[in-house]
């Protein structure tokens, strides 16, 4: 049996340049980056994984120093008895200057550097690994398999790359069927940040840490082996933080103290760690804070950014006017004709206006 862990699209040296927090949470999200590879690295040495593969994407080619590849090299060589296979993405493709070039690898790393398709054989391991690593930053067509014969079929055999499974893509578009043609023990797949197993041996690892709001859910790896019953791979959450939605209801009943108990009621997420978008929605009291009371809650919260989209508790006046051809304003026409003060009538022009502005805002 072999075992492995697979990552990828890891997007070192990102500067965080388009997202909605600020320099600082920026800059430690930056650091993070690198936190989480050490760990996934050392998680690999410490349950004495046979092979770590990296799906492209490592690292940021725009931002990325020499001294950075240096660190990352020192990563890798901590993990001396797990062997290291580097298929490299559009972000960190194999150029001329690329940093690849720039440092001495220790033994237990290899990167995939060939123009084509390229094997590493294991034969104290029984395996081989093809890879493949871009040399530009599009690729627009895959003419890959046609070339390659995949002959090794007395060794296990896994191949690592980065692509887009689908047709249409301008990144190294990747069709289901001929990869499951291949006839892999196991794809290891990057470029996707969605996790995804596409089946028992064929996965998108997914970015190990989100970069925004639009990388919700788990991030982690994929962990497996390959023995003679087959291939068996698991999606391991590791990421330090997440980035979470959630809707939050209110209504025209909800004092301000009512709000903020709804804020500390949410058991979603941890909120200590976690990146919170949270949209709030419902009818709000007229004359209610908003501001001030997300400033109130946010303390609670390691990372906290509110979409406002509730509706001031009805304007009787401006819901007339603005509704005033329709049965909306009639409505309202005709209960303001009867006494407001009663409760009873209130009430009725309240929850008949709920149900009619409902129907307008859901349409
Ligand atoms: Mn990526």
Redesign the pocket.
């Known amino acids: 049996m072999v075992s492995f862990v697979h990552t ?2 890891i ?1 070192l040296g990102l500067q965080f340049n388009k997202v909605s927090f600020n320099r600082e949470l920026s800059l430690e999200r930056r650091s993070e980056l690198w936190t989480t590879f050490e760990k996934i690295v050392k998680y690999t040495k410490d349950n004495n994984k046979d092979f770590l593969f990296i799906a ?2 490592l690292f940021e080619e725009k931002y990325f120093t020499l001294g950075d590849m240096k660190r990352v090299r020192d990563i890798l060589q901590q993990a001396e008895n797990v062997n290291i296979l580097i298929s490299a ?3 960190d493709f194999v150029g001329h200057r690329s940093l690849y070039n720039r440092v001495d690898w220790s033994p237990n790393v290899h990167i995939f550097k060939n123009k084509g398709i390229e094997k590493k054989e294991f034969p104290n391991l029984n395996t081989v690994v093809y890879g493949y690593s871009w040399d530009k930053v599009e690729i627009r067509e895959n003419v890959l398999f046609n070339r390659f014969d995949f002959q090794e079929d007395h060794l296990k055999k896994v191949l690592l790359i ?1 692509g887009d499974i689908g047709t249409n893509s301008n990144y190294l578009p990747l069709d289901l069927n001929t990869l499951k043609g291949l006839n892999m023990d196991y794809i290891a797949l ?2 996707i ?1 969605k996790p995804e197993i596409i089946n028992n041996n064929i996965a998108y690892c997914g ?1 190990p840490e989100p970069l925004d709001f639009g990388e919700t859910g788990d991030r982690g790896f994929i962990e497996g082996n390959i023995s003679k019953k087959g291939t068996s791979i698991d999606f391991i959450p590791f990421s330090k933080r997440k980035f979470l939605e959630l809707d939050l209801s209110i209504n025209e009943n909800m004092g301000y103290l009512d709000i903020v108990n709804l804020f500390k009621s949410i058991e979603y997420g941890n909120k200590e760690l976690d990146f919170y978008r949270i949209k709030l929605k419902g009818y709000i009291q007229n004359d209610l804070d908003i501001e001030g009371l997300v400033k109130s809650v946010n303390d609670d919260f390691y990372y906290l950014e509110i979409i406002d989209n509730t509706i001031p508790d009805y304007d009787l006046d401006a819901l007339e006017r603005t509704f005033e051809d329709s049965i909306i304003g009639q409505f309202i026409k005709e209960m303001k004709s009867k006494d407001l003060k009663d409760p009873i009538v209130k009430d009725a022009l309240y929850y008949g206006l709920e149900a009619l502005l409902k129907g307008r805002l859901d349409s």
Do not use: K, P, Q, Y
């Open positions: 990828g699209d997007h492209g994407d993405g559009n972000h980065h990057g470029h940040h970015c």
